[in-house]
């Protein structure tokens, strides 16, 4: 099987609103150009370009063509995108070089969240017969997914505080997140209900971000990075849309995904970055994946400290490669997530060869 | 020729205006969604038995294990016991209330899984976990999910209308209505600051740069970021057209017409306009045209602002000086 890692990662700062243009490619473009400048590549060197967006995030269609405007598409580029999380765009660019047909790849998402009511938009990905026409929006919908755990003595909202505090508190030293810093649990659970049971700590902030990820196949991988992030596995699974019919406090494509992605090998996993935009999701993955206390669990921040639509879940395995690439971990994880209450996911593992 | 710098420069500043789209989406439901819907019409609920004995409410089309089309119908029960609930202070527009309500799921008696909707109570306090709750029906049912106007305590009345004689639902229309604060980026902004002045400014990466109108954000050969603003002439050339002969929905022009690429004195893109003031049959690739302005009071962000453009009647431009923008 081809040896293929990652060599670079860049993201913008995650901010709540910029004056950017609402499909939100200018903060594409800072994270191309620290690319190139710190591989020492240009655009010619990318085989292949793909990248996750939404549409109904930008409000108009075909809304993903003006990034290709920002890549300079003169010559043709290879190119494709995905209507999810970038990180489905990193999956298709990791198959895309396993055919051989190219040995680089630049994977991209980004998004402006703060254009629209963001959680009224997320609705449109529900089932568009009986679920969508009654604009249930997202957070409403995590908030049902959280009291069916608490119900179920699954976790207790002190738990689902601490999350948050330890997301915020790890997010300190991180200077382009956008929550940080060190806050009493009980502070939090003194504050009030946004969904209830769901306070505004126990919810990813609304951010507006890009991110971009460069791959590439052996010898390349080696000639761009000192200390390249390997990819040992990738897998991703979704569940039933009906999140009436099937329990909701637990995570079976999470858990299918990690099976795959890790050949059921958890144990020696330094760093694990999760995509739970709500607290109790990480909670969730965590027991999907089976992630010991002796894993470091989104050191970065996590998507707590800043959400980026459609960037966030590529920013997982962005962080997770950066911990080998800084030499500062041997193996991690990363999860993403994309859909409704954690319909779809995907997990990658990484590793550094000394 | 014509590639002056601006002397008066626009700003770079966004501009941004509200956006509100609306669409409908109009779907055909098939037997296992259209029978739900059917059924809802005629206020009853019904759901499909899955292989795994348990009965789906509402039914999904296939099976969530054997991947087979679910059309085992069950009636259930219009009342049933909430799973689980969240409280939405406030409401946005295109949920079932307009005054703070629960979302909930519920397991109606005789279902084995839940249906999310609202419920109608007065504070979070009205609602717990187990709480009976029943369908309050709308008082005109088409046939879709919010013939069930909400939920709110209390059992089943037991009634239930008469079976109608209509045919089955096969569509369902659901309007869709977002609302956008959109942004233009720099260079569209002072692109359409112009406009609003009666001027035409592209834009170019610097000395020697090609000049795009409407500006571009970077020069797509290189990626260099637009620097400069240009001012152009509103009088150019056609370089390709067609000849609208086609009536369709929304169109302002009595056909035939001739939409045009037209390319300005010293751009190096052409634009998608109108030209009109002459007949369609003499229209030609290298003509001379200029722009026909609206009156200066009803100017504002837009191309619009030219009606279209017209014949000069000077001669002919060369199709050596154009080939290369075809």
């Known amino acids: 099987m081809t040896d293929i890692a990652v060599v670079g990662f860049a993201h913008a700062p995650h901010v709540r609103e910029t004056s950017g243009t609402t499909n939100g490619v200018e903060m594409l473009v800072p994270c191309f150009q620290q690319l190139y400048e710190e591989l020492g590549i240009t655009k010619s060197d990318i085989g292949f370009w793909c990248s996750g967006s939404s549409d109904y995030l930008a409000g108009r269609s075909f809304s993903f063509i003006s990034a290709v405007d920002s890549i300079g598409a003169v010559p043709p580029i290879n190119e494709s995108h995905v209507e999810m999380d970038a990180a489905w765009a990193f999956y298709e660019a990791w198959i895309k070089i396993m055919t051989g047909e190219v040995d680089t790849a630049l ?29 249930l929006d997202s957070v409403s919908l995590a908030g049902l997914q959280a009291r069916l755990g608490l119900d179920a003595g699954k976790w207790t909202s002190e738990e689902m505080a601490a999350v948050a505090a330890r997301s915020r508190a790890a997010a300190e030293s991180n200077p382009n997140t956008q929550l940080s810093g060190h806050v009493d649990i009980n502070e939090l659970l003194a504050s009030p209900f946004v969904a209830d049971p769901l306070r505004a700590h126990d919810c990813a902030p609304i951010t507006d971000g890009a991110a971009a990820v460069v791959l590439a196949a052996g010898d390349r991988a080696r000639e761009l990075c000192e200390r390249p992030a390997w990819i040992t596995g990738v897998d991703h699974r979704i569940d039933s849309p009906g999140f009436g019919a099937r329990d909701l406090t637990v995570s079976p494509s999470t858990t299918a995904a990690a099976r795959a992605a890790t050949g059921g090998d958890v144990g020696g996993i330094d760093v694990a970055e999760l995509h739970g935009p709500f607290t109790h999701q990480e909670l969730i993955l965590r027991e999907a994946i089976g992630l010991s206390d002796a894993t470091t669990i989104n050191p970065s921040g996590g998507p707590l400290s800043g959400n980026p639509m459609f960037s966030a879940g590529l920013e997982r395995i962005g962080y997770a490669a950066k911990a080998i690439m800084d030499g500062n971990a ?9 859909g409704a209450v954690l319909q779809q996911n995907l997990v990658a593992v990484l590793e550094g060869r000394n | 020729m014509g590639k002056s710098a601006v002397a008066e420069k626009f700003s770079n500043e966004p501009l941004s205006a509200p956006l509100k789209l609306q669409f409908d989406y109009t779907r055909s439901v098939g037997p296992t969604v259209g029978a739900f819907v059917t059924a809802l019409r005629d206020r009853k609920v019904i759901g499909a038995r899955g292989s795994d004995g348990r009965v789906y409410v509402p039914p ?65 306090a009205g609602m717990s976990t187990g709480m009976r709750v029943r369908a309050r029906w709308a008082q005109e049912r088409v046939g879709r999910i919010q013939d069930i106007a909400c939920f709110e305590p209390g059992e089943s009345t037991g009634e239930s209308g008469p079976s109608s004689e209509s045919e089955p639902v096969t569509m369902v229309t659901t309007p869709i209505d977002l ?25 170019r990466t610097g000395p020697g740069g090609k000049v795009y109108i409407p500006p571009r954000s970077a020069n797509p050969t290189d990626g260099i970021p637009t620097k400069e603003q240009v001012e152009l002439p509103d009088r150019g050339i056609v370089t390709t057209f067609c000849i609208v002969n086609v009536p369709f929905l929304g ?14 004195d010293g751009a190096d893109i052409a634009f998608l306009h109108l030209i009109l003031d002459c007949d369609a049959a003499n229209v030609r690739m290298g003509m001379r045209v200029e722009a026909k302005w609206k009156p200066r009071e009803e100017w504002d962000y837009t191309l619009e602002n030219i009606e279209y453009f017209r014949p000069t009647g000077e001669p002919d431009a060369e199709y050596d000086t154009y080939k290369h923008h075809l």
Request: glycine content about 8%; proline content about 8%; overall charge negative.
């Open chain 1, 107 to 135: 994977v991209y998402g980004f998004g402006k969240s703060s254009a629209g009511n963001l959680r009224k938009i997320l609705s449109m990905q529900l089932d568009p017969y009986l679920v969508a026409p009654l604009a």
């Open chain 2, 251 to 264: 169109q302002r022009i009595k056909p035939p017409y001739v939409a045009a690429y037209v390319l300005l």
């Open chain 2, 179 to 203: 609302d956008y604060m959109h942004s233009a980026s720099a260079e569209e902004s002072f692109y359409l600051r112009g406009l609003k002045e009666g001027k035409l400014i592209g834009g």
């Open chain 1, 330 to 338: 041997g193996r991690t994880l990363a999860h993403a997530t994309s």
């Open chain 2, 60 to 124: 999904p089309e296939f099976d969530p294990n054997t991947a087979e089309p679910l059309t085992d119908f069950v009636g259930v029960s219009d009342a049933g016991t909430v799973v689980s609930w969240t409280w939405m202070p406030e409401p946005i527009a295109g949920q079932p209330l307009t005054t703070p309500f629960a979302w909930a799921l519920i397991k109606l008696d005789g279902a084995d899984t839940s249906l999310v909707h609202a419920v109608d109570v007065a504070s979070p």
